[in-house]
């Protein structure tokens, strides 16, 4: 049982830190880019030159809508030496990935991918503090790593992401706000709607001062591709709130709360309220068995009464029910090597403390370690 958690601090102008990203992870990233554009052709049939000249297009896009996410990413770019294109492709490989799925659903190929997520509003923690909790279930060999960023014009923000990407998907910032998403696919996802793209969303939310905000982030316009987000804010001891936005390419949907707690894995609860087909194939029985078994777990725990606490949330995120396709997710041996996923990071935050405790790789073989903003 080791952990050692590998964190970037981050702080000066959005080329800067970019630079610092990208010089400091310039290995992890040389090697994200490999591993992607690997799977970008073989898992979605996408060659390295349709791949990035979709990217050229999402340039222009976050250049208008976002300046400071594509001054950060040239800076990646030019610290870890590598083409603009080819670190815009890594920053919008949601789109390149996801839209691809859903057109290539149709085939027999497995297409798995999955998270498990929960969140627990302050009133069911024994300490009263919110606690938003995940395992990101993905490919194996992407190098993830933790970023602290020093926001001169916002919070700041401690998330984990891919290396070379600039936004952070599972994070807390300095206002109390956490993120969590689950990636979700529809029959409408389609990168040539050419919109905001996914990483843009999670740095802008994880950028918010409120909960209000970063929910309009999510729900604002339109979305080239279906995810799910947990946004949670609770700033010092006290009331907390949790809101879970499922999100199609045309609508969005809020969930409720049951009894203190949400879950979520990488299906629409309600497609038709969205307008959209369920995209599953293979993931179906993963999703749904993670879902009933994190639901179960809520149901036994906090929703029965029990105080959630750090021990406990570890233990649900290791759980091993339905192996491999568990909450704590492990490689199905019976598909090809390319098309296996597991658990690569599981992480409990703790919003009004502005800590989190991750462990990378399956947790139930890894220690937690501390991190703290
Ligand atoms: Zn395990």
């Known amino acids: 049982m080791k952990s050692k958690l590998?964190?970037?601090?981050?702080?000066?102008?959005?080329?800067?830190?970019?630079?610092?990203?990208?010089?400091?992870?310039?290995?992890?990233?040389?090697?994200?880019?490999?591993?992607?554009?690997?799977?970008?052709?073989?898992?979605?049939e996408l060659s390295h030159e349709v791949a990035v000249s979709r990217a050229a297009k999402f340039l222009e896009v976050i250049n208008k809508v976002s300046p400071e996410y594509a001054e950060t990413m040239k800076g990646v770019a030019a610290g870890s030496g590598q083409e603009i294109l080819d670190i815009t492709a890594l920053?919008?490989?949601?789109?390149?990935?996801?839209?691809?799925?859903?057109?290539?659903?149709?085939?027999?190929?497995?297409?798995?991918?999955?998270?498990?997520?929960?969140?627990?509003?302050?009133?069911?923690?024994?300490?009263?503090?919110?606690?938003?909790?995940?395992?990101?279930?993905?490919?194996?060999?992407?190098?993830?790593?933790?970023?602290?960023?020093?926001?001169?014009?916002?919070?700041?923000?401690?998330?984990?992401?891919?290396?070379?990407?600039?936004?952070?998907?599972?994070?807390?910032?300095?206002?109390?706000?956490?993120?969590?998403?689950?990636?979700?696919?529809?029959?409408?996802?389609?990168?040539?709607?050419?919109?905001?793209?996914?990483?843009?969303?999670?740095w802008e939310i994880l950028r918010s001062k409120t909960l209000g905000r970063a929910a309009r982030i999510v729900s604002q316009g339109e979305r080239n591709c279906s995810a799910n987000f947990i946004l949670g804010q609770q700033k010092k001891a006290g009331r907390g709130k949790v809101i879970d936005i499922e999100s199609a390419p045309e609508a969005v949907c809020k969930l409720g709360l049951d009894r203190g707690a949400v879950a979520h894995t990488n299906h629409f609860s309600d497609p038709k309220i969205l307008g959209v087909k369920q995209v599953l194939d293979e993931e179906r029985l993963s999703t749904l068995q993670r879902y009933r078994r994190i639901q179960k777990l809520l149901d036994?725990?906090?929703?029965?009464?029990?105080?959630?606490?750090?021990?406990?949330?570890?233990?649900?995120?290791?759980?091993?029910?339905?192996?491999?396709?568990?909450?704590?997710?492990?490689?199905?041996?019976?598909?090809?090597e390319y098309e296996r996923y597991e658990t690569v990071v599981s992480v409990i935050m703790d919003l009004p403390s502005r800590k989190l405790w991750a462990a990378m790789g399956s947790p139930c073989s890894t220690e937690y370690s501390p991190l703290e903003l």
């Open 6 to 44: 590998p964190v970037l601090t981050l702080k000066g102008s959005p080329h800067q830190m970019g630079y610092e990203h990208g010089k400091k992870a310039r290995t992890e990233i040389e090697h994200n880019l490999k591993v992607y554009f690997q799977r970008f052709k073989s898992e979605t």
């Open 300 to 336: 036994r725990t906090v929703r029965a009464g029990e105080k959630l606490n750090l021990a406990s949330a570890k233990n649900m995120l290791r759980d091993h029910y339905g192996k491999p396709e568990s909450v704590c997710r492990h490689s199905n041996l019976k598909l090809p």
């Open 91 to 202: 920053n919008v490989r949601y789109e390149l990935m996801y839209s691809q799925f859903s057109k290539i659903g149709l085939k027999p190929a497995p297409k798995t991918f999955g998270c498990t997520a929960f969140a627990t509003l302050p009133t069911a923690v024994g300490n009263g503090h919110l606690i938003m909790a995940q395992n990101w279930d993905w490919i194996p060999e992407v190098k993830g790593l933790f970023l602290k960023v020093r926001n001169e014009n916002g919070p700041d923000v401690l998330s984990f992401t891919e290396a070379g990407v600039v936004g952070g998907k599972i994070g807390l910032n300095s206002e109390g706000l956490g993120l969590l998403i689950n990636g979700i696919v529809s029959s409408k996802d389609d990168w040539a709607r050419l919109k905001k793209p996914f990483h843009v969303r999670c």
